[in-house]
């Protein structure tokens, strides 16, 4: 960066963005190395010399060597950061970096079980400890409501959120938003013992509704850990976490209503783009059959 004619103009901006928006030194370092990328491509022309399509060159030239979409967001979102700060501060007239936006990532498809998993996941067993107990209605609640891990940890016990009698549970998710979503009947019978055998758990002045070991409010970390041993006790070869219970919940609707706007209200997508996704999951299924059935698809 020192090498550079205006790298005083860039040492500058990374030390009014270190004391005005308290960055961490690991995201300013970031900033410095993407704007010592500019510097290279700059060559000996000034930063006042950049032009719009100029930067869509060098974020090809970026991707040309490997850079991925994030990285190049991230170098997009610096140099646009320094252009904004030199148009308020040093007299640059305009930044030539805004409404320039790196590649998109491909979105991964969500990880769902199949049906069959789903059951051997749930299938019946004898009652066991208060643990277990409490582990079999988490997860009944979270494949049956779809509901998101920090909206199941928490739950209070008695705030009237959960009503096992009409078989629904209020919870609020991001952006605040609240919803209500029913809750199926095996889940209602999983709740149920749980409810029984809480106070053999949970401390005497505990809200939540699932609590861990010590008594308190269960942490989401040992929901994974819990639901991770819960599977392989069951035989599944599958990673299987708790948001993949919700991703289940969704796909295994959507294979059987084939109503996105239903299962959109239920899982709290603001955007039915979000919910989208899983008609994609649906398709890979059905994609699935075809190869295998079809005649002009099988391989010879």
């Known amino acids: 960066m020192d090498a550079h004619p205006d790298s005083r103009l860039a040492r500058d901006y990374l030390h009014a963005l270190k004391h005005s928006r308290r960055l961490s030194p690991a995201t300013l370092a970031n900033y410095g190395r993407a704007l010592d990328v500019l510097f290279g491509l700059l060559g000996a022309a000034g930063l006042n010399s950049l032009q719009p399509p100029q930067v869509r060159r060098f974020i090809a030239i970026l991707h040309a060597r490997g850079l991925g979409p994030r990285s190049l967001a991230l170098t997009l979102s610096a140099w646009r950061g320094c252009f904004g700060w030199l148009v308020r501060h040093r007299g640059f007239r305009v930044n030539p970096v805004l409404g320039i936006r790196a590649p998109r990532a491909p979105r991964p498809l969500p990880k769902a079980l199949s049906v069959e998993a ?35 940890v928490a739950l209070d016990v008695d705030d009237g959120r959960l009503d096992l009698r009409q078989g629904e549970v209020t919870v609020t998710g991001k952006g605040a938003k609240t919803r209500t979503v029913p809750v199926g009947a095996k889940a209602r019978e ?13 401390a005497p002045d505990e809200k939540a509704l699932f609590v861990g070991g010590r008594g308190r409010r269960i942490s989401p970390a040992v929901v994974g850990v819990r639901l991770r041993a819960w599977a392989r006790r069951r035989g599944l070869a599958e990673r299987v976490h708790p948001h993949m219970l919700r991703h289940s919940f969704a796909s295994h609707l959507l294979q059987s209503s084939q109503d996105l706007r239903a299962v959109q209200e239920l899982l709290g997508h603001a955007s039915i783009s979000t919910t989208q996704v899983y008609t994609h999951l649906d398709f890979q299924a059905l994609a699935k059959v075809y190869d295998a059935a079809h005649p002009r698809a099988k391989k010879k």
């Open 118 to 152: 789903a059951q051997r996941l749930f299938r019946e067993e004898k009652p066991g400890t208060p643990e277990l107990v409490r582990d079999a209605a988490m997860f009944e609640l979270l494949y049956s409501s779809g509901l998101r891990l920090g909206e199941l």
């Open 190 to 202: 999983s709740l149920q013992r749980w409810l029984s055998s809480r106070s053999r758990l949970a």
